[in-house]
């Protein structure tokens, strides 16, 4: 094989096998996509978006399914905090401002602990969130979830997301 068809050969196997591209992938409100560092990362969500399935959240739940979790979103920015009560199971807690970009991480919430879970860092000169994830503990970490990640989700204003859906 000559040179350049080996060239154009291994362009085409690379371009088959590469990770997909957050913009190739379309929206739907049962998932949450975040572009990662190693690409775009998935989680099944349910959606908690009025007062009362907001108040329910996850509580009593004695499982979550890794790659799932539920999906808070509030109709304005707000300052928000969580708390575990009658949430028997461990969580990271991923706020998000209204581009749907990452802004604070609390891994591994403790079950049925009161303690207020503020949804921004000390400092934070814009502490209102508009969406937030609730994973099983430990799940932002292995999937690589970090602060300053953009999520990709129907719900986000379109104009305003850091990753509008494709």
Known sequence: ???????VAFLVLSAAFA?????????????AIFQTDGGPVAFQVELADDEAERAQGLMYRRTLA????????????????????NTYIPLDLVFLDQAGVIRH??????PLDE??????????PDPDR?????????????????????MAHPRLHQDLAALPCG
Not at 73 to 82: H, K, L
Request: glycine residues 12%; negative net charge; hydrophobic residues 45%.
């Open 66 to 85: 890794q790659g799932s979790g539920m999906l808070f979103i509030y109709d304005t920015p707000r300052a928000v905090s969580f708390w575990m009560r």
């Open 1 to 7: 094989m000559s040179p350049n068809r080996a060239a």
């Open 130 to 150: 508009q969406m937030i994830l609730e994973i099983g503990g430990g799940e932002a970490a292995r999937m690589g979830l970090a602060v300053g990640q953009p």
């Open 19 to 31: 990770a997909p591209c957050v913009a190739d992938i379309l929206c739907s409100p049962d998932q």
């Open 115 to 124: 303690t207020p879970i503020p949804g921004a860092a000390p400092g934070d």
């Open 105 to 110: 991480i609390h891994p591994n919430a403790v």
